[in-house]
C-alpha cells in the first residue's frame, strides 16, 4: 500500500511547494528592479552557502554541528527520498544513503529539540517552537519508510493500520519541509535564504576561489539626477527585489538582537523585529504573529503594513515608528552576525531617506545639523575660515601653498572639537617625529558627509563629496591619513562611485607602518593596565583591528581585552547620527560600553576615532581614561639620538607607577 | 502676559469678499526672501520668511501662495526651493531684475490675488534690509499692518485674532479685520526642515511684471556695518537679588509720554523733539 501511498504523497508536496514558490517569488517581484548577475549568482551559491555563511555560523559550534546534520541530513534525505520512494529508482543501493541520511538529520534534530526546550530570548517561539518534532516527524517517517525496501523489515510487517499512521507522520514531515517551505513556514529560510545568498545585493561581500570577499560597506548612493528616481525607501514595494528576499530569508536567530546597541539601551529598535516587519509589510498584514522580542516598550499587533503602503506614518502608526529607524547606530553588529548576510543598515538608511529627503522629518538636532552642513559644511555651524584655528602655532604646510605631499592629512570635523585638538595635536607630533612629509587641507577641507549621508541626507552628502573631491583632485599626494574612522570610511568606501578613488589609511594603520619601518621609537610603557575599544567604522566597516593592537604592542602596552571586542566590539553609540537625534531609552550606550572597559579592570581605555572618544569621555563616574592611541604614542616618543637635548619626560629614569599614571599633558613639538 | 485687546484699523477693511472666502478657505500670501547665512554668508531660506511660511502652515483651511519678487539665478533658485521643501507643490515668482524696487511689483500682484492674510518676515538678510517693505505695501494697499506676530489664533467671520510678541516674552492679543499684512521675526515658532525631494520637483512659475527702478540706493555710499556702542544701564545694586530684579525687569522708559488727541502737525512735532534731544537729528 505504501508504495502507491508514496509517490502519492511525494509529488503533491512537492507540487504544493511548487506553486508555493512562485507565490513567494510573485512577493518579492513586488520591490524595484535590481540589476542582479541570476546565472552566475546561482553558480556562487553553494559556495557562499557552504563557505561564507558557514563562516558566520561556526562562530557558535554546537549549533553549526546541529546545523551540519539537519540540513545536510535533510538535503541529502530529500533527494533521495524523491528517487527512491518517488520514481523507485535503485531503491537497493541508495536506500541505504537515505538511511543514513535520515539518521544523521534525526539525531541533529534531537540537538535542534534540546535548543528549544529553554530557548535563549534572542529565539523566536510561535510556529518555531514545533520545527524540531516536525524535522524529528520528517527523519523518523523517511526512516522508517525506507526499512521495508531495504528488506530489512518485511513489506508485510505491521499492518495497514500502522501504515496508515506512519503515512500521517509522513505527511506532517512533508508538510512542514515541503510545503512549508514555500508557504511561509519556519523552513521558509532554507529556500529564500539559498536564493538570497544567489541574488545578494553587495555580491561583493562573499570570498571566491581567488580569496578573502571584501567587505562591502559603502552605503549606495542615490540617483539624485533623475526626477523620477524615488529619494529612498517609502513603501515595502520601493524596495529593491533582493532585498525583499534578503528580509524574507530571516531565520529569527536573534543574533542581531543580541549584539544591538540600540536594543539593549532600550531604544525602540531591534534588528530581528524590523526585518519581520518588513516581510509583514511585504506580504501585507499585521505584526501581531511575530512570536520574538518585540521592540523595547513597544507592544506587538499595533502596526500593520501593506505592500504598497507607507512604513512610517506622517501621522499615527503604520508598519514601522519613524523613532525605530532612528535608534540605529549604524554599528553593523548585526550585519556583521547575521548568517544570512541580511543588509540591516542599508535597509534602515534607504528608509531614512525617505524620511528626510520626502518628509523632511529628521528628529532631534537632525534639521539643524543638516542645515549647517549644508550652509557651512560643518555640523556645528562654524565659521569654515576658523578651521585651522586650533593649530594657529603649529605651522601646518597647507596644500594649497605646497601643492604636493606624500600624506594629505584629513583633520575632520573634529579640529572645531577642543577634546579632538589634542588628538590631532598628537597625531602632528608623531608624523614629525616620523619626518613624514604631510600636509593639510586647512580651510578647503570640509565635512566628510558621514553624518548627512547616515541621517538620510543624500543630496547634501553627495554636494559634500563632489566639492571635497574636486578639492583633492587639485593637489596631488600618496595617501589620506585620518584620525576619524568615519572619514576613513567615507573617503575610502563611498567616494569611489562619485568619482574619488584615494589609498586612505587610519592613523593606527599609519604609525604602525611607521613604527615597522624603523621611523618611530618608544619608550617603555609604565603606566597601568590598558584596554582598546574597537571604533565600528574602522573594525567591522574596514577590517582593521591589527593595526591599533600593533601599535599597542610597541608601546609596550598589553591589551586587556574586553569580551565584546574585535569584530564584536560594543558601539560607543556614537554612529549613524544617533547622538544628534538621540532617541531616548533605558540607559546610555556609551555607560555600558565603559561598563564593558570596568570588567576588564583597565585604568586607560584606548580608542582610534573623535565620535568614540566624545561618547566614551562623556560618561560620569567612569573607572578609566579614554586616550586616542595617538595621545599614548606621542606620550612615548623617544628621540632617536640621545644627545637632542630636548628629550622628553618619558626618556627619563623610570619613575614609580604611581606617578606614571598618563596625565593629559601639552604635546606640542 | 496681560492680554489686552485692540482693534486697530478695523475701519479701513474694504467691504468687497475676496474669491477665497466663498469656498471657506483662507487665502494667505507668504512674501519670501532669499536669505543671507550669518557665518558664511550663503544664500538660504531667510529665517524670519521661513518663519513666515511655518506659520502660514499652522493656520486651518488655509491656501498658501508663495510670493517672492525678485531676480532668479543659480543661487536664489537653490535658496528659494527652500522654501518648497517645506512641503509646497509651486510658487509664484515675481520676476524682478537686480535694483528694481519690488513694492510696486508686489502690491499690484497683491491688489490681483487679494489674499486675505499677507505673511512676510520683518526684514530681509540682504538688501537693504530696512524691514521697511511690509509698510510700504500695507499704506500702498491700504490694509492695516501688525509686526512681530507669534501665533494667530484664530480666523473667524473675515477677523484674525493675532498674538503679538513684545519685548522680554509678553504677549498681547490683538484682532485685526482681513486683508492685513502680519510680520513674524523670532518669536514665531521655528520653520519646519526644509525637504530635498520636494524642494527640487517644486514649480517656480514666473510671471512678469512691471519693473519701476528704486531711484535712490545708487547715490548711497555703502559700508560695512559696525557694532554700535550700546548705552549701559549702570545697576547700583546691594544684593544679587536686586541685580536678578534689575536684570529681569521690564524695560521701563523713563521721562517717555503717551500723546492722546493730538493733532498729527502736534504729534510730529513732538517726536522731532524727541529725535533732536536724541541726538539722532541734528
Not at chain 1, 93 to 107: E, N, Q, R
Not at chain 1, 220 to 242: I, M, R, Y
Not at chain 1, 503 to 511: E, K, N, Q
Not at chain 1, 607 to 628: I, K, N, S
Request: hydrophobic share 40%.
Amino acid at each position: 500500500m505504501l508504495d502507491t501511498l508514496l509517490p502519492i504523497l511525494i509529488f503533491s508536496a512537492l507540487a504544493l511547494a511548487v506553486i508555493g514558490a512562485v507565490r513567494r517569488i510573485r512577493l518579492w517581484r513586488r520591490g524595484r528592479p535590481a540589476r542582479v548577475d541570476l546565472l552566475r549568482g546561482l553558480a556562487a551559491m553553494p559556495r557562499r552557502y557552504l563557505v561564507d555563511l558557514h563562516h558566520v555560523v561556526a562562530r557558535d559550534k554546537v549549533m553549526s554541528n546541529t546545523h551540519v546534520a539537519t540540513a545536510g541530513g535533510f538535503v541529502a534525505a530529500a533527494v533521495l527520498m524523491i528517487l527512491v520512494h518517488g520514481l523507485g529508482l535503485a531503491q537497493g543501493v541508495l536506500g541505504w544513503p537515505l538511511l543514513a541520511a535520515s539518521a544523521a538529520m534525526f539525531v541533529g534534530s534531537l540537538f535542534v529539540a534540546k535548543r528549544r526546550r529553554n530557548p535563549p530570548a534572542r529565539l523566536s517561539k510561535g510556529p518555531w517552537m514545533r520545527l524540531p518534532k516536525s524535522l524529528m516527524a520528517f527523519s523518523l517517517s523517511v526512516f522508517l519508510i525506507t526499512l521495508p525496501t531495504l528488506d530489512i523489515l518485511p513489506a508485510g510487517a505491521g499492518n495497514w493500520i500502522l501504515a496508515l499512521a506512519l503515512s500521517a507522520v509522513l505527511v506532517w514531515g512533508l508538510g512542514e519541509m515541503f510545503f512549508g517551505m514555500t508557504w511561509g513556514g519556519p523552513m521558509k529560510h532554507a529556500f529564500a535564504g539559498a536564493l538570497h545568498l544567489a541574488f545578494h545585493r553587495r555580491p561583493e561581500r562573499f570570498s571566491t576561489k581567488g580569496g578573502e570577499g571584501n567587505r562591502s560597506t559603502g552605503l549606495k548612493a542615490l540617483n539624485l539626477d533623475d526626477s523620477k528616481a524615488p529619494l529612498g525607501v517609502e513603501t515595502p514595494s520601493d524596495f529593491t527585489w533582493n532585498q525583499l528576499l534578503g528580509f524574507d530569508a530571516c531565520v529569527q536567530c536573534g543574533r542581531c538582537e543580541a549584539m544591538c546597541p540600540a536594543f539593549a539601551a532600550g531604544q525602540p529598535l531591534n534588528p530581528k523585529k524590523l526585518i519581520q516587519d518588513m516581510v509583514v509589510g511585504m506580504a501585507g498584514g499585521s505584526d501581531a504573529h511575530y512570536a520574538g522580542s518585540p521592540y523595547p516598550d513597544k507592544p506587538i499587533g499595533e502596526h500593520r503594513g501593506h505592500p504598497h503602503g507607507p512604513i512610517v506614518a506622517r501621522e499615527g502608526t503604520a508598519l514601522v515608528d519613524a523613532e525605530t529607524l532612528w535608534s540605529c547606530t549604524t554599528c553593523r553588529a548585526c550585519v556583521e552576525e547575521c548568517p544570512m548576510m541580511i543588509e540591516h543598515v542599508d535597509a534602515i538608511v534607504d528608509m531614512r531617506r525617505f524620511l528626510t529627503l520626502e518628509h523632511g522629518n529628521t528628529p532631534g538636532k537632525g534639521a539643524e545639523v543638516l542645515d549647517n552642513l549644508i550652509a557651512t559644511d560643518n555640523p556645528g555651524g562654524f565659521d569654515p575660515g576658523s578651521r585651522m584655528h586650533w593649530a594657529a602655532d603649529l605651522n601646518l604646510p597647507l596644500m594649497r601653498d605646497v601643492g604636493e605631499a606624500e600624506v594629505l592629512l584629513w583633520l575632520g570635523d573634529g579640529v572645531f572639537d577642543m577634546r579632538n585638538q589634542r588628538t590631532l595635536r598628537a597625531l602632528v607630533k608623531i608624523l614629525r617625529a616620523a619626518g613624514v612629509d604631510f600636509a593639510v587641507l586647512g580651510n578647503e577641507e570640509r565635512d566628510s558627509g558621514d553624518v548627512a549621508r547616515r541621517l538620510g541626507d543624500e543630496a547634501t552628502f553627495q554636494s559634500l563629496a563632489k566639492r571635497n573631491i574636486a578639492t583633492l583632485g587639485k593637489y596631488r599626494f600618496q595617501r589620506i591619513v585620518t584620525c576619524d574612522p568615519h572619514s576613513f570610511h567615507v573617503l575610502g568606501n563611498e567616494y569611489g562611485t562619485l568619482g574619488g578613488v584615494y589609498a586612505v589609511f587610519h592613523h593606527s594603520t599609519y604609525i604602525a607602518e611607521l613604527y615597522e619601518a624603523g621611523r618611530l621609537h618608544f619608550a617603555p610603557w609604565k603606566g597601568g593596565s590598558v584596554t582598546y575599544h574597537d571604533p565600528c567604522y574602522l573594525g567591522r566597516y574596514n577590517g582593521e583591528y591589527e593595526a591599533p593592537r600593533n601599535v599597542l604592542k610597541a608601546l609596550g602596552i598589553e591589551v586587556a581585552e574586553m569580551q565584546r571586542s574585535g569584530f564584536r566590539s560594543r558601539c560607543c553609540g556614537g554612529g549613524g547620527g544617533a547622538p544628534i537625534t538621540d532617541i531616548p531609552g533605558k540607559q546610555r550606550i556609551p555607560d555600558m560600553r565603559m561598563n564593558d572597559v570596568k570588567e576588564t579592570g583597565a585604568e586607560l581605555v584606548a580608542v582610534g576615532c573623535p565620535q568614540c572618544t566624545a561618547m566614551l569621555e562623556g560618561v560620569v563616574d567612569a573607572t578609566a581614561e579614554v586616550r586616542d592611541i595617538a595621545e599614548l604614542v606621542a606620550d612615548a616618543l623617544m628621540e632617536r639620538s640621545a644627545d637632542s637635548g630636548d628629550g622628553n619626560d618619558s626618556t627619563r629614569t623610570p619613575q614609580p607607577v604611581a606617578e606614571a599614571r598618563p596625565v593629559v599633558k601639552e604635546v606640542t613639538p | 502676559m496681560r492680554p489686552d485687546t485692540q482693534v486697530p484699523g478695523a475701519q479701513k477693511t474694504g467691504t468687497q469678499a475676496t474669491g477665497a472666502q466663498r469656498d471657506g478657505a483662507l487665502e494667505v500670501a507668504v512674501l519670501v526672501s532669499v536669505g543671507r547665512h550669518p557665518v558664511t554668508g550663503r544664500a538660504r531660506r531667510a529665517d524670519q520668511d521661513a518663519r513666515g511660511v511655518e506659520l502660514a502652515l499652522s493656520l486651518d483651511r488655509a491656501r498658501i501662495t508663495l510670493l517672492h519678487a525678485g531676480g532668479f539665478d543659480e543661487e536664489s533658485e537653490s535658496a528659494i526651493r527652500g522654501y518648497l521643501g517645506m512641503g509646497f507643490p509651486a510658487m509664484t515668482l515675481v520676476e524682478q531684475p537686480q535694483g528694481a524696487d519690488v513694492i510696486p511689483a508686489l502690491a499690484d500682484k497683491l491688489n490681483e490675488a487679494r489674499p486675505q492674510l499677507v505673511i512676510a518676515g520683518e526684514r530681509a538678510e540682504r538688501g537693504e534690509g530696512s524691514g521697511l517693505l511690509p509698510y510700504l505695501l500695507a499704506e500702498r494697499l491700504g490694509w492695516p499692518l501688525v509686526n512681530g506676530l507669534a501665533d494667530v489664533e484664530k480666523i473667524e467671520h473675515g477677523v484674525a485674532t493675532l498674538l503679538q510678541a513684545l519685548p522680554r516674552g509678553q504677549r498681547r492679543r490683538l484682532q485685526v479685520r482681513l486683508p492685513a499684512i502680519v510680520t513674524v521675526d523670532a518669536a514665531a515658532s521655528a520653520a519646519r526642515q526644509s525637504a530635498f525631494g520636494p524642494a527640487q520637483r517644486g514649480e517656480i512659475e514666473a510671471e512678469p511684471a512691471a519693473v519701476e527702478w528704486d531711484e535712490a540706493p545708487p547715490e548711497w555710499n555703502v559700508a560695512p556695518a559696525r557694532k554700535r556702542p550700546k548705552r549701559l544701564k549702570i545697576v547700583k545694586a546691594a544684593s544679587a537679588r536686586d541685580r536678578f530684579k534689575a536684570a529681569a525687569a521690564k524695560a521701563e522708559g523713563a521721562g517717555g509720554q503717551v500723546l492722546t488727541d493730538v493733532t498729527p502737525e502736534q504729534g510730529a512735532e513732538e517726536i522731532f523733539k524727541l529725535l533732536k534731544d536724541e541726538g539722532v537729528l541734528r
